[in-house]
Each structure stands twice: as structure tokens, then as C-alpha cells.
């Protein structure tokens, strides 16, 4: 019975018995294809038509084969197969409630953490530019001198009119004390009481004169004298509104305040999981203020402010991605307008109830009045 030869560019069948060592005429190397060409690795003829190659003779004699060669092996087969991995679950959770984030949100009390000021370098040669020297007016540090009448607690006199807040960082440049009650009025200020200087690429204090090109180690300079904490400031500075902007990201809310030529060492911003505090001295004289309660809760650790000669941008980091609604809470409005209604509604029970305090006491006495007629004596 005739077997078909398995041997590549053979495919003729052949008798067991007069298979000789020239009776196969194949090739025993491997196909090759490459830019168009095809043809045999044992061989050199190539050519671009495909039924060509197919016709092309083998160049090696030899004995037919009627085993079929391995089929190849797929390249996803020959390559190691990798270990499965364990399967990873992933909790996808739905946006919470208001109600909900009310009740995690953490509390507005919480103490305030001063945020990193990074400087550009444009507003340092912008500042050095307005040529800054200690014949300006002195900044707020001013308060703290010696020379400032205090009272029997320790407090400016100026100041002890003045309710000062829980949590209100001292005035005084680089002073970072916060005040903490009556007892903060007795710690010792170390601060600057000159004003801050940038010329020629140098950064120092006209107090002390401590010179170095590095806005981060001008900012980290020590006090120089010593005296009182001021928490209020010497008011000489003019509050102006600024223009406000933010935008978000999922990972990050984004704050701008428009202060032409803000000065770093004079202003600060302090932030907890949810208030923003700003306090922003620009143009030598101007002042910005602003306090926010945010919508959502942020990570003061991750946050920062970058300050350029035409804005402040103040970087929070949310506490978790996603977007928010709104910058601020319209919560504080409408709980203000709400304590008015409350106190209005208290002080009209009060005087209701004081009308009716009035009527009892008149009812008092007209039942006096009628005992005494009773008993058949006058009242006069």
C-alpha cells in the first residue's frame, strides 16, 4: 500500500519497499518570508509569487518520510505561562449623602496648621525691584517692642480692649505662636522687628542684617529681639478686597487670590480639615483676609501655597477624589440667618412672657383688693 511523504516541498506517495536513499527529492530547512520574498532556508532561490513557492523543488535527496512533523508550537504555548495572580476585589462605593458626610465631617474647631509658602523666583526679583528698606513704615511686629505699655496680665493695653480669638497666630514676623488662652500673653516673642530687604539676589531683616540667597532660609530665620506676642496688629495696614478664583481637580482644589506682589514673610495661611484661613500682606500696606469653611475635607499635610508677583495660589489636597459642588458651605449663611430667627423669636417669648408676669401681678393684688372688702376694711 502506497504512503504519502510527509517531507516538506515531497507530498508524493511512495512504496515502503523501493524507498532508497535518492528517492525523495525535499527540503529540510524552513520557510522563510521576508519583504515580499518568499523561499526555503536550505536554499537561495526566492521569489514574490506565493504559488512559485510552493512549486519550488527541494534541493536534498534523501529516503520519504510517511511521519508528520510536529505541528509548531503558538508563541503564547512556547513562552512560560506566568503565575496566576491572586484575584484582586475592588469595592466600588456610591457617592455619600449629605447627611452622612455631615456627620463624618471632622469639626471646624480644630487647631489651624500654617501651610509651606513657596516662592517664584519672578517675585523675588519683583521684590527686590520695589527696593524695600527700613525706611518703610515697620510691620506689625511693631506692637511687640518693649517700649509698649502692658497690664497686669501681660497683655498690650491696646489689646486687652479686644477679645482676642483662641487659635489667632501671632502677628509678629516670623513669630508662629498661637494664642492659646490668657496664659499665651505671658510666653516671650522672639521676633523681627525691621522689615524685610531683597536686594541683588540677597534676602535678609534691616533689624539684623543675617544675609542669604535662599527664600526658604530667609523665611526660617530666628527672631532677633524679644518682647510681647501682638495677636491683633498695630491696624496701620489698609484691608482691601481681592478678586478670587478656584478650579479643581479630582485629586485637588486649587484657590487664587489676584495680591499684586504678596510678601512671604509677612503673610501666612493656616488651614485645618476643613476651614481656610488667609492672611495676605501685599503692596507693602494692603491687606486680604478671608476665611472659608470648605465643602469637602482636605489633607493639610499635602497642602501648599505658591506665591508669583501677580497672584497667590493656595493648593489643597482633597481627602478623598472626587468633585466638589461648590467651594464653601452655604451652610454658615443660612445657619446665621436661622440663630437671628431664634434669637428674635426668644427675645419676643421674653417679652411675652414678662406681659404676662405683669398680668398675674395685677390679678394678685385685685384678689387682696377683694379680701379686704370683705372684711369691711377699706384699702385707705
Known amino acids: 500500500m502506497a504512503s504519502l511523504c510527509y517531507n516538506k516541498g515531497c507530498g508524493q506517495r511512495f512504496d515502503l519497499e523501493h524507498n532508497t536513499e535518492d528517492s525523495c527529492l525535499y527540503h529540510p530547512g524552513v520557510p522563510i518570508f521576508h519583504d515580499a520574498l518568499k523561499g526555503w532556508s536550505c536554499c537561495k532561490k526566492r521569489t514574490t509569487d506565493f504559488s512559485e513557492f510552493l512549486s519550488i523543488k527541494g534541493c536534498t535527496k534523501g529516503f520519504h518520510s510517511k511521519e508528520k512533523p510536529p505541528e509548531p ?33 471632622p ?16 517675585l523675588e526679583q519683583a521684590l527686590e525691584r520695589l527696593n524695600l528698606s527700613s525706611k518703610d513704615e515697620a510691620p506689625e511686629g511693631g506692637c511687640a517692642g518693649s517700649d509698649v505699655p ?139 483676609q478671608a476665611e472659608l469653611d470648605l465643602w469637602g475635607v482636605i489633607e493639610t499635610e499635602k497642602s501648599f501655597v505658591s506665591m508669583v508677583p501677580t497672584k497667590v495660589e493656595i493648593t489643597l489636597r482633597k ?19 436661622g440663630e437671628q430667627e431664634k434669637e428674635a423669636s426668644a427675645k419676643a417669648e421674653e417679652s411675652r412672657a414678662a406681659q404676662g408676669e405683669d398680668s398675674d401681678d395685677s ?10 372688702l370683705e372684711m369691711g376694711t377699706p384699702s385707705n
Not at 469639626?107 to 519672578?122: A, F, G, T
Not at 534676602?203 to 526658604?216: A, Q
Request: aromatic share 8%.
Open 319 to 337: 481627602a478623598s477624589p472626587g468633585s466638589w459642588a461648590r467651594l464653601e458651605l452655604p451652610q454658615n449663611r443660612s445657619q446665621s440667618h
Open 73 to 105: 508550537f503558538s508563541q503564547e504555548e512556547t513562552l512560560d505561562k506566568p503565575k496566576a495572580k491572586p484575584v484582586e476585589e475592588f469595592i466600588i462605593q456610591g457617592p455619600k449623602s449629605a447627611e452622612k458626610m455631615r456627620r463624618e465631617r
Open 150 to 288: 502692658v497690664d497686669g496680665s501681660g497683655a498690650a493695653r491696646g489689646e486687652a480692649a479686644v477679645q482676642v480669638r483662641a487659635g489667632t497666630t501671632c502677628k509678629n514676623a516670623p513669630c508662629k505662636a498661637v494664642y492659646q488662652g490668657a496664659g499665651s500673653n505671658a510666653e516671650i516673642c522672639t521676633f523681627h522687628p525691621g522689615v524685610p530687604v531683597f536686594h541683588e539676589g540677597m534676602k535678609y531683616w534691616s533689624c539684623c542684617g543675617v544675609k542669604t540667597t535662599d527664600f526658604s532660609a530667609f523665611l526660617e530665620q530666628p527672631g532677633c529681639s524679644s518682647g510681647q506676642h501682638c495677636w491683633t496688629g498695630k491696624g496701620d495696614k489698609k484691608a482691601v478686597p481681592c478678586r478670587q478664583d478656584w478650579h479643581q481637580t479630582s485629586s485637588q482644589v486649587v484657590v487664587t487670590v489676584y495680591a499684586k506682589n504678596p510678601l512671604p514673610a509677612l503673610s501666612s495661611v493656616k488651614a485645618n480639615h476643613t476651614m481656610l484661613e488667609v492672611h495676605i500682606i501685599f503692596e507693602r500696606n494692603k491687606i486680604f
Open 107 to 122: 469639626s471646624s474647631d480644630e487647631p489651624r496648621q500654617l501651610l509651606p509658602i513657596k516662592v517664584s523666583r519672578s
Open 363 to 372: 390679678l394678685s393684688w385685685s384678689e387682696e383688693e377683694d379680701e379686704e
